[in-house]
């Protein structure tokens, strides 16, 4: 079975930091655009960020750019957002998702999506 797997969230402080971990098993992630995605009790689902499938390029929303840093491991067949700086208006529901086309497809276009982690950011 395919499938993503995130992992890593939790409580936090403002201005402190959180690692998320997204696992694929049942594929390869060597020829996926991988994107994490975040959704707010309330809000709409929002596009934070994306690495190209050769890892050599990454944007990130501006929410979040210059606090957030992502990155991929393929020979662990994994990706990884850095969060720091955390404020309160990053407690959401964390999604990975993984597309074959492009890093700017609509989020209906992903090819695989994983459950979520939760990050609280709370003093």
């Known amino acids: 079975q395919s499938q993503l797997v995130e992992s890593g969230g939790g409580l936090a402080q403002p201005g402190g930091s959180l690692r998320l971990s997204c696992a694929a098993s049942g594929f390869t992630l060597d020829y996926y655009h991988m994107l994490w995605f975040r959704q707010a009790p309330g809000k709409e689902r929002e596009r934070i960020s994306c690495?190209?499938?050769?890892?050599?390029?990454?944007n990130y929303a501006d929410s979040v750019q210059g606090r957030f840093t992502m990155s991929r491991d393929n020979a662990k067949n994994a990706v990884y957002l850095q969060m720091d700086s955390l404020k309160p208006e990053d407690t959401a529901v964390y999604f990975c998702?993984?597309?074959?086309?492009?890093?700017?497809?609509?989020?209906?276009?992903?090819?695989?999506w994983g459950k979520g982690t939760l990050v609280t950011v709370s003093s």
């Open positions: 690495v190209n499938s050769a890892g050599s390029m990454t």
């Open positions: 998702a993984a597309s074959r086309s492009s890093c700017y497809v609509p989020a209906t276009s992903m090819n695989y």
